[in-house]
């Protein structure tokens, strides 16, 4: 493995960076950030919150970019990464059903939800998807690996990035999640 080949191909993959609305409709990228922008900001202006949701380095970065967006951002975050909570949870109803469960109990309508996964078809994180629909949520989700994945028919805005492997997803991912968040910021 080179250095450069690498850097080379994950340039490549977020430049293949996609945006789908809930009809399945491509949408021009600057537009779905946009979109996205107008979201997090409404729900800054109403005191809306914006939940976040993944598995493994997707938990973390549901963590890392929820307290960006509450300190830097000054929106309402919620993630659920309290270790007795979601063991809990997955241990007395299922582990599909961990974030589901608590967004039933904590999301009201016109929130929002982050679902994040490198392969987007993660079972809890398409329950929760399916939860915050139920709930009136508003749903924008990141996922990689294969076009077809479930999760990139779940939201409202899908961000997809055609990334083969979890480094260039996680990556890719994060490289997203911060341009959208420096947008909310900087919101030039």
Not at 12 to 30: G, I, M, R, Y
Request: net charge negative; proline share 2%; aromatic share 8%.
């Amino acid at each position: 493995m080179i250095w450069s080949d690498n850097i080379l191909e994950l340039s490549e993959t977020l430049k293949n960076l996609s945006v789908k609305d809930n009809q399945n409709n491509d949408l021009a990228l600057d537009k779905g950030f946009s979109i996205w922008k107008d979201i997090a900001l409404n729900a800054r202006e109403s005191g809306r919150s914006i939940f976040f949701v993944g598995n493994g380095a997707s938990a973390s970065m549901a963590s890392h970019f929820a307290a960006d967006l509450a300190k830097n951002g000054r929106v309402k975050t919620e993630v659920f990464t309290d270790l007795a909570l979601i063991t809990a949870v997955a241990n007395d109803i299922s582990y599909d059903q961990v974030f589901a469960e608590l967004l039933r109990l904590k999301m009201d309508q016109d929130d929002i939800l982050i679902a994040i996964s490198g392969s987007g078809n993660s079972p809890n994180v398409l329950r929760a998807a399916e939860a915050a629909a139920e709930q009136g949520g508003t749903i924008i989700t990141l996922s990689a690996m294969k076009a077809e994945n479930k999760l990139r028919q779940s939201g409202n805005l899908n961000f997809y990035i055609p990334a083969q492997t979890y480094g260039f997803a996680e990556t890719g991912h994060a490289a997203i999640l911060h341009f959208w968040i420096d947008s909310i910021v900087d919101p030039i």
